[in-house]
């Protein structure tokens, strides 16, 4: 039972490393090449779709990494899952800090209403999110490491 919840737990982190990263470095280059209007229609309409789940996989992954932690402390790796938990914390914490305020600014934005300083926001929000994706990468490196 350990080891599925082990598979099960990194899978999952997986998962959304891949998507965490796919927006970083495929979506976001793809909706940046549009004409500004499209652009920046295509950021809001992906604030409010990913704004939606990724609340549940994140709080989720955590959830299980630390059921996988308590549940092995005194078996080996444990203080890599537990390290993993740590850096998925730090994850939640940067995002409700940090990325959170600019999706909720952004995912309401239209042509007509968005600020003047909009790119410089997404930007921002961009910059946030590369650090965020090195954490999460960090803790999937350490969880699949805990399975060996």
Known sequence: MLNALGVVTTVVVGLMVGVEFSVAFIMNRI???????????GHAHGGRMLGALMP?????SLVLSAIW??????H???RL???A???????VVMSLLLLVPINNRNK???PENRPADWKQQLQRWERYHYVRV???????????SALV
């Open 108 to 110: 309401t934005w239209t």
């Open 85 to 91: 938990a740590g850096l998925l914390i730090v994850s």
């Open 134 to 144: 090195a954490v999460l990468i960090a803790a999937f490196a350490l969880l699949a």
């Open 31 to 41: 909706l940046d090449a549009l004409p500004e209007d499209s652009s920046q229609l």
């Open 81 to 83: 899952v537990a390290t």
């Open 69 to 74: 932690a308590v549940a092995r402390w005194d």
């Open 76 to 78: 080996h790796g444990a």
């Open 56 to 60: 549940f996989w994140y709080i989720g």
